[in-house]
């Protein structure tokens, strides 16, 4: 009976000993702070929001404050991307010129909207001959949407980068329509079709642009537009916070992906395109973009995977808002809204339907962007990692 007890004379001494094994428990012990010190200085922001407000432009701004900006090479891979922008904004003017039975008020310019019209952009890839060959092979790319055989093929360029170029002809058709008088018209009623928010911005540029050997800017770069799709990483340091920043595709096809980024998430930063008020998404054109951004926080907002996340309130692009406010009134869209078209008290309206819908009491800290201004990012952000090192401060006990 008993026999399976052990008594303290029978349990073998630890080869490390006493000393041994009180000094593996400090290491032990403090191997755990550090990791702590070092988890809570691992910050996970992901990026939401519906599309086209300004998420991605972010991430660029991200690299270009804490990563040290693009090289020549990178920007010259975004000509194609400014290009494609260029063509299908001037395509989308033409449409809708045609939708609203407008007409150029001149001649030289209804001619020039046929051809925008039926312009095609090609571009092609240069490879380099084995050792030994004498010039460069050109081969062919599967044409975009905007492709034509007849564009011309600019040299010199490094191998395997895509590249193509604006005529003349048609650079000189897309400035001279841009300066239509029907172009106010149309613009006029540019809720009721698709343009996109950098469509001025390059045809206010459209001769630079266009211009033999151009080199993109990083104003340009910024202002370009690509779909997101997927789900992209950017990683940088910033003070004592190492930041993996998640940006995540903001159309409706893209939003079943987010799942797999809402573990661990330190904040979130919401982005919503304050302009977008009467909006209608690319997706549905019968939904407004700024209810689908408020349904879509309110879905984020109250998730149970984010009860202990801070959440940061982009209201984004107050430069087109404030521009737009006097042509297009707020309450035109939202009846209750009764300021007029003081700028303030519109972003505090706005704000103030987001903050409604925050059943989960959660903080959030809301800011103005410009996500094309690079100074009032770098402030913008300034005060976002502030908020995110008290928050850990809090988190931890020391607050």
């Not at 040290?68 to 010129?97: C, F, P």
């Amino acid at each position: 009976m008993g026999g399976c007890l052990s008594t303290e004379d029978s349990i073998p001494p630890h080869p490390l000993g006493e000393n041994g094994l009180r000094q593996r428990n400090v290491a032990i012990d403090k191997q755990i702070d550090e990791d702590a010190r070092k988890f809570r200085k691992e910050c996970k922001i992901l990026l939401l929001g519906s599309g086209e407000s300004g998420k991605s432009t972010v991430v660029k701004q991200m690299k270009i404050i804490h990563q040290g900006g693009y090289s020549r090479d990178e920007l010259l891979l975004a000509r194609m991307t400014i290009y494609k922008n260029i063509i299908e904004s001037a395509q989308a003017i033409v449409l809708a010129l045609r939708k609203f039975n407008l007409e150029p008020k001149t001649t030289e310019n209804r001619a020039n909207a046929e051809r925008i019209f039926s312009y095609r952009l090609e571009s092609v890839t240069l490879t380099l001959l084995p050792s030994g060959g004498s010039s460069p092979l050109s081969s062919p790319l599967q044409p975009s949407p905007y492709s034509s055989p007849s564009a011309p093929v600019e040299p010199e360029y490094s191998p395997g980068e895509m590249h193509s170029n604006l005529t003349d002809g048609i650079v000189k058709a897309i400035q001279e329509l841009w300066a239509d008088e029907v172009i106010g018209e149309v613009l006029e009623k540019a809720n009721q079709f698709y343009l996109m928010d950098s469509a001025p911005y390059f045809f206010d540029n459209i001769q630079r642009i266009g211009a033999y050997g151009y080199v993109p800017t990083m104003d340009d770069y910024l202002y370009a537009r690509t779909k997101t799709t997927g789900i992209t990483e950017t990683h940088f340091k910033s003070g004592p916070l190492s930041i993996h920043m998640f940006d995540v595709g903001g159309q409706r096809s893209e939003r079943k992906k987010w799942i797999h980024c809402f573990e661990a998430v330190t904040s979130i930063i919401f982005c919503v395109a304050l302009s977008e008020y009467d909006q209608v998404l690319l997706e549905e054109n019968s939904q407004n973009r700024m209810d689908e951004s408020l349904l879509l926080f309110e879905s984020v907002i109250n998730s149970r995977w984010f009860i202990r996340t801070s959440i940061i309130l982009f209201l984004n692009k107050i430069d087109l808002f404030r521009a737009k406010l006097p042509r297009v009134p707020l309450n035109q869209y939202f009846p209750e809204y009764s300021g007029g078209n003081d700028v303030g008290k519109a972003a505090k309206y706005i704000l103030w339907r987001f903050n409604q819908l925050n059943r989960a009491k959660l903080s959030v800290y809301p800011h103005l962007t410009q996500a094309t201004d690079t100074s009032n990012i770098r402030l913008v952000f300034a005060a976002v990692k502030e908020t995110i090192l008290q928050n850990a401060l809090r988190d931890s006990g020391i607050l």
